[in-house]
């Protein structure tokens, strides 16, 4: 309270020193009892109009004035440095603004709090909130005290400045006024006023630096803290009003002291100023001044030293009031201590705002100015200056955020790049954007579309990523390029199709290295056959034709005259599930009529054993029968032809190349094989030979060398084969052309026959296939099988068997472990089995016994078998497997089989390659090759929609089936197209 009454004195010290020309009026209970004329120089007591001796009265009484003032301005100039320094250290510049901007973002929390529905405030907000109230009263007083101390440092320098030649200019006056006034008793009294002067400036300096002090502690914390919890409880019931009076609150712990604290000082000022002036009047009158009624009465002692004495116990009364409690004051009425003194207030603030530029607060005998929020007050105490926020720590916006300083507020807007509040801004995630100064959140992409880097600024940032296209940039959304195609680059660029007959298996692919996957592509029809062949060679590409279901592949020969298309592989034909028979469509060309027709033809196998056909059953002019390619991994290359066979085989080794050769027709897989002498040359598959559409017989060429009935045995000469074993003719020696190309991976040595377990658990079935060499020096593939004992191992493909060139017989090797005439159970043994008239036989009577030692090889398939579900599904898994892109098979006593599915009038038959020995016994008797058969909707079973299973053995021979009525549970399973081994008869 001290320093509230120290500021209001110095404010009308000011008042005084500035030299206002309203005469000061002093008076109690209505009654004048002084009067200042201050531009006259002229003090009146009560019931004076005049001064004594006016001219002389005048000059002595401005000379004791001037005196006066110099000392005591020079005192009051140096306590007012002192206070102003003390408030300085309790609320400098630097202090007032970070207390504001401190207050001011916990009143934004408090307010968010509040909207949300918050129901209390923080102690960092009631903190800031004290902050906030001292900071508005300290600047105030602080600012006031500063303006005033300038102004009476200025005034004090005037009027010593005119003290010093007032005393110059009295000096010479005193020689003709000494009866009235010597120079010595002026010089004497002058002296003993500036010593109560230094007194009292010394007593008001420690009064200020006191005041100070206990003015920091007005508004802490604590005190503050007390305020809010009165009105907390008033949070719940009025939230929107609950910060204002808080801040009420705060405001009014201060300003109910400091308004007490001011009329108390004014009140002890304005006696001090009423009694010095008394005193000086008296003084200059050669009289003494009463205390008690302030006038002068005749003088005694000429010295006048009792006027200085009254003053000086005057001064002392007066600051001994203020020790007491501040309720109490100094009464001039009764030259004591009293409490309950008031004066008429006059309230400043109802003229003009009482200068304020914003708010304006009326205290007893006084007032201030304070500022709105966002603004601090002048030096002069009354104008308003904008706060700019934005200087100082970015206004408390994020650093990812523009400062704008506005009139009083600031806002802060958070960066293109950067979502958020502006106190806090994040930047937008990859794949997002924000564009523009904004507190908004972040917008996605268009679908699928990416930004390469996080804080994208625009929507110009989006863009479509590999394997994606359209123009995010515009707001479209990315699609995924489309099986088949694949797109490199980021960007709105079209996807880039895969090379004809490739896929990608996917959608979304990035690199035509993804382009893996060969396909069946529709090229046309048969009456287009020649220029398909021309565009797609078979160099590169194989055919296909889809007749009767599955796209098959085509195989393509001449003979004499004419042009014959082959499909493989054999299927089941006919619509009874116990009486079907094994053949395949021909399509035949320009046979004795140069029309270009293709005429189509069924070949079936008789039981003979050999494919035969006839008129009645074709279906006539296939024109319009769909043609098909797909391209081949690795194309056919021409290396050399027979009479380079030998180099050929050392440059291009059988476990990394697979050889090919072309007579009469397209390139065939070429196998070779040894006997006991020479070595043979066989070409797959089998293809029709003659020259009568409808009595054609399938065969193939055999290259021979070196056997024992050939006198040349450097040289290869050509032989004609009949199914099943029929030697006709042939065209001499031969030097045809000798193609190759590289296996998908090679063959590589896993073990023996004696590891067989061990290496099939290490190179599962779906993943592999496996080959041995047995009468090599070509490796041939094996297909393994289960009966009701034992296991079998059948190579493949068939090949010739004997030494002479003419007698030579197809057949296979088959190796067998306990099966029931395996007398050990436990080693591995060899039977050759060849292709008879109606079926197969075994015709060494044994084979060449124990084969623990042969090497077993193995390959991995470039793309393995994936189990696709069961075959009552059969529908939905070729739909999505569909047949110009995946393989379908299952294993039924074995491992995978390749499966094929045809129609024919009525129902579906799925059946599997490659054929495989059936039975338990390897000689007595021997085994009879067959396949499996699973229908849905052929005649002879007792539902359309379930599947049966039935065994078929070479050629037409239906033995029953395990399933009987219900396959339904038979596993289906896929693989991508990565390779096509032609068949012989049945897929061989």
């Known amino acids: 309270k001290m320093a509230a009454r120290l500021a209001s004195c110095l404010l009308l010290l000011a008042v005084v020193a500035r030299g206002d020309t309203e005469p000061v009026i002093r008076s109690v209970n209505g009654t004048i009892v002084l009067a200042i004329d201050q531009e006259a120089g002229v003090v009146v007591a009560q019931g004076s109009t005049e001064c004594d001796l006016a001219p002389t009265c005048s000059v002595l009484a401005t000379k004791a004035n001037s005196n006066d003032l110099t000392a005591t301005n020079t005192a009051l100039a140096s306590q007012a440095a002192v206070t102003a320094s003390a408030l300085n250290l309790k609320a400098d510049a630097a202090t007032v603004a970070s207390a504001t901007a401190a207050a001011n973002a916990a009143l934004s929390q408090a307010v968010s709090d509040l909207s949300t529905g918050t129901d209390s405030l923080s102690a960092a907000v009631a903190a800031g909130l004290a902050l906030k109230a001292n900071a508005v009263d300290l600047a105030a007083v602080s600012g006031a005290v500063v303006a005033q101390s300038s102004t009476l440092a200025t005034q004090s320098a005037a009027t010593a400045a005119q003290g010093t030649t007032l005393t110059a200019t009295l000096a010479s006056q005193a020689v003709q006024t000494s009866l009235l006034a010597p120079a010595t008793q002026v010089q004497s009294l002058s002296s003993a006023l500036s010593t109560t002067n230094a007194t009292l400036g010394s007593t008001l300096q420690s009064v200020a630096v006191a005041a100070a002090n206990a003015t920091s502690r007005k508004a802490d914390n604590a005190t503050v803290m007390a305020a809010l919890a009165a009105v907390a409880s008033q949070a719940a019931v009025n939230n929107a ?15 109910v002291d400091l308004v007490s604290l001011t009329g108390t000082v004014n009140s002890f000022q304005q006696d001090y100023q009423n009694v010095k002036a008394a005193m000086v009047n008296c003084t200059a009158r050669k009289m003494l001044l009463d205390p008690t009624s302030l006038t002068c009465v005749p003088a005694v002692d000429p010295t006048l030293a009792a006027n200085v004495s009254a003053l000086a116990a005057l001064v002392t009364s007066m600051i001994a009031c203020q020790s007491r409690d501040p309720a109490t004051v100094y009464d001039s009425r009764v030259k004591g201590c009293s409490t309950g003194y008031t004066l008429q207030d006059i309230n400043e603030c109802a003229t003009n705002n009482g200068g304020c530029a914003q708010n304006c607060f009326n205290t007893i005998g006084s007032f201030y100015c304070t500022c709105n929020s966002g603004f601090t007050l002048d030096t002069d105490a009354r104008g308003c200056s904008d706060i700019n926020e934005c200087a100082s720590n970015n206004g408390g916006c994020s650093q990812f955020a523009t400062c704008a300083n506005t009139q009083g507020s600031f806002t802060c807007s958070c960066w293109p790049g950067y979502g958020g509040t502006g106190t806090s801004c994040t930047a937008c995630a990859v794949n997002q954007y924000k564009t523009g100064l904004a507190n ?30 359209g123009t995010a940039q515009t707001g479209q959304v990315c699609s995924q390029c489309a099986a088949g195609s694949y797109k490199n680059t980021l960007g709105p660029a079209s996807c880039t199709s895969c090379a004809f007959g490739f896929t990608t298996g996917q959608a979304g692919s990035i690199n035509s290295s993804d382009c893996i996957y060969i396909q069946w592509v529709q090229a046309g029809t048969l009456a287009n056959f020649d ?3 021309t565009t797609y060679p078979q160099t590169n590409y194989e055919y296909g034709v889809q007749y009767n279901g599955d796209v098959q592949v085509i195989f393509v020969n001449g003979w004499n005259v004419g042009t014959r298309i082959t499909v493989y592989p054999f299927y089941p034909q006919g619509d009874t599930w116990s009486t079907m028979y094994w053949g395949t469509a021909v399509f035949t060309r320009n046979f004795g009529v140069s029309d270009n027709i293709w005429y189509h033809y069924y070949y079936t196998l008789s039981s003979t054993g050999a494919p035969s056909g006839g008129t009645a059953g074709g279906n006539g002019n296939s024109n319009t029968v769909s043609m098909w390619v797909r391209p081949l991994l690795n194309p056919w290359v021409q290396v050399g032809t027979l009479a380079t066979f030998d180099t050929i085989r050392a440059t291009y080794p059988y476990l990394t190349y697979e050889m090919g050769m072309t007579h009469n027709g397209d390139i065939q897989r070429a196998f070779v094989n040894n006997w006991n002498a020479g070595l043979r040359i066989s070409l797959y598959p089998f293809y ?16 021979l060398r070196g056997l024992t009935d ?3 045995k450097t040289n290869w000469y050509h032989q004609y084969y009949r199914w099943p074993n029929t030697n006709t003719f042939g065209n001499g020696q031969s030097t045809d052309p000798i193609y190759v190309r590289p296996y998908q991976s090679p063959w590589v040595s896993a073990g023996t026959l004696s590891q067989f377990s061990t290496i099939m658990n290490t190179y599962p079935h779906t993943s592999y296939e496996y080959g041995m060499i047995y009468n090599g020096p070509d490796i041939n593939t094996f297909f393994y099988n289960g009966w009701n004992t034992g296991t079998r191992v059948s190579l493949y ?33 060899h039977y050759y089995y060849a292709m008879n008239g109606n079926g197969f036989s075994e015709t060494t009577g044994g084979g060449n016994g124990n084969t623990n030692s042969v090497t077993v090889y193995v390959r991995p398939l470039k793309f393995p078998w994936i189990y696709a579900g069961t075959i009552n599904n059969y529908n939905s898994i070729r739909s999505s497997y569909p047949m110009t892109q995946w393989e379908l098979g299952s294993a039924y006593n074995g491992p995978v089989q390749a499966g094929f599915t045809n129609s024919w009038n009525v129902g579906s038959r799925f059946s599997l390659s490659p054929i495989y020995p059936m039975g338990d016994t390897a000689i007595n008797p ?15 079973t007792t539902t359309s929609s379930d599947w049966y299973h039935a065994y078929y053995q070479y050629p037409n021979v239906f033995t029953g089936g395990n399933n009987g009525p219900n396959a339904n549970s038979q596993s289906l399973y896929v693989r991508r197209y990565f390779q096509h081994i032609q068949s012989t008869a049945w897929g061989v």
């Open 688 to 703: 029709p030979q003659g020259d009568t559409a409808n009595s054609m017989a399938f065969g193939t060429s055999v290259y």
């Open 531 to 533: 220029a398909i062949r």
């Open 926 to 940: 021997p085994f009879n090759f067959g396949t499996c058969v699973f229908t849905q909707g052929v005649g002879g």
């Open 241 to 255: 009003t609950f910060v204002a009076q808080a801040m009420s609150v705060a405001t009014k712990a201060n300003t």
């Open 797 to 829: 493909p068939f090949y010739p068997q004997g030494d002479t060139s003419t007698s030579l017989a197809f057949g296979t090797s088959v190796i067998t472990i306990n099966t029931n005439d395996n007398a050990d159970k436990v080693d591995w043994l």
């Open 710 to 712: 050939m006198t040349d």
């Open 440 to 469: 908004t959140a972040c917008l996605a992409c268009p679908s699928n579309a990416i930004t390469l880097q996080a804080a994208s600024t625009s929507l110009t940032n989006c863009t479509c990523p590999i394997g994606y296209t």
